[in-house]
C-alpha cells in the first residue's frame, strides 16, 4: 500500500513540475487564495487512484472533494501545497497525500518535485527522506530557524502573525517565510527548522506533514499547548523539533 500511495504521489509531482499555466482563478473572490487547471487536474487523479489502491477509504481534498469519514480508512490530500509559488514560478511546491484510519495518520508522504525530494512515514516505523532516515535538529533553537506561515487566507490573524514573527525573529538564529506549509512541516522533520508554526492551517496542510515530523522524533501542538485529536478541522500549529524547542518556544511567546 505505501510503495503504491508514493508512486501516485511521484507521478503527480512530475506533472507539477512540467506544467504550463494556462488559467488562474481566486477562491471566493479572494486575490490571495488563487488556484490553476492543474489543482484540480491532479486532485482528480488522486481520488482516482488513490482509491483504487484503498477503494473503502473516505477523500478529504483542498479542492473540491470533501467525501471524508473518520471511522476507517480516509485519505487527505493537498494536490499542490504551494500554489502561489506554483504560479509565480518559485519552484517550492509539494503534493501532500495522508492516509488516516479512525481520525489519525497512519502514513504520510510528500513529494517536491522541483528537488526530487520524497518524505514520507508510516505510523511507528520512523520517518524518511528518499531512503533515507530522517530526524529532527538536536540545535538548541536559538541557533536554529523558525520558519513561519502568514495565514493569508484570514485577514483577522495577520496583526497577531506578525507580532509573533518578531518574537520568533528575537529567540532564533533568523526567521523564513517560505509559502508551503507542507514544505515547512518536512523541513522540521530533517532537520532544516527548529520550528514551524501558523495560526491557522487546514486538514491537507498537516495531516501528513505531522505524522513525519513526529516519527521522526519531533512534537505537534496547537497553540494552546494541546496534541492534535480532530484532523478534519482547521487548527494552529507548532511543530518543534523535540519538547525542549516547543517548550522555549512556547515560554518566548507568553
Same mark, same amino acid.
Given at each position: ?5 508514493? /508512486?501516485?504521489? #511521484? ?10 499555466? &494556462? ?8 486575490? #490571495? ?24 477509504? $473516505? ?7 470533501? &467525501? ?10 493537498? @494536490? ?18 495522508? %492516509? =488516516?484510519?479512525?481520525?489519525? @495518520? ?8 522541483? =528537488? ?11 520517518? +524518511? %527522506? ?13 541557533? !536554529? ?5 502568514? !495565514? @493569508?487566507?484570514?485577514? !483577522? %490573524? ?10 520568533? +525573529?528575537?529567540? *532564533? ?6 509559502? *508551503?506549509?507542507? =514544505?515547512?512541516?518536512? $523541513? ?16 491537507? /496542510?498537516?495531516?501528513?506533514? !505531522? ?13 494552546? &499547548? ?29
Amino acid at each position: 500500500m505505501l510503495k503504491q500511495i508514493k /508512486d501516485v504521489v #511521484r507521478k503527480c509531482g512530475g506533472i507539477i513540475k512540467d506544467a504550463h499555466i &494556462n488559467h488562474i482563478e481566486s477562491k471566493n473572490d479572494d486575490m #490571495r487564495n488563487l488556484v490553476t487547471e492543474y489543482d484540480g487536474k491532479i486532485e482528480k487523479i488522486l481520488k482516482q487512484e488513490l482509491l483504487d489502491i484503498v477503494p473503502e477509504a $473516505g477523500f478529504l481534498g483542498e479542492e473540491q472533494e470533501k &467525501n471524508f469519514k473518520d471511522k476507517g480508512y480516509c485519505f487527505i490530500c493537498d @494536490p499542490i501545497d504551494g500554489t502561489t509559488n506554483f504560479i509565480k514560478g518559485l519552484k517550492h511546491s509539494a503534493v501532500s497525500v495522508a %492516509l =488516516l484510519y479512525d481520525g489519525q @495518520p497512519i502514513i504520510g508522504v510528500i513529494y517536491d518535485p522541483y =528537488l526530487d525530494e520524497m518524505f514520507w512515514a508510516e505510523k511507528g516505523k520512523g520517518a +524518511f %527522506l528518499n531512503e533515507n532516515v530522517i530526524h529532527t535538529t538536536n540545535i538548541p533553537l536559538q541557533n !536554529s530557524l523558525i520558519v513561519f506561515g502568514t !495565514s @493569508p487566507y484570514n485577514k !483577522s %490573524l495577520h496583526g497577531k502573525t506578525w507580532n509573533l514573527a518578531e518574537k520568533s +525573529f528575537n529567540m *532564533a538564529l533568523d526567521v523564513r517565510r517560505n509559502g *508551503a506549509a507542507v =514544505l515547512d512541516l518536512t $523541513g522540521v522533520a530533517v532537520g532544516r527548522f527548529g520550528v514551524y508554526w501558523e495560526l491557522e492551517t487546514l486538514p491537507w /496542510d498537516y495531516a501528513a506533514g !505531522s505524522l513525519i515530523v513526529t516519527e521522526a522524533g519531533g512534537e505537534i501542538r496547537n497553540f494552546n &499547548n494541546q496534541k492534535f485529536e480532530n484532523y478534519f478541522q482547521s487548527s494552529s500549529i507548532i511543530a518543534a523539533a523535540s519538547q525542549e524547542h516547543l517548550d522555549y518556544f512556547i515560554r518566548k511567546i507568553s
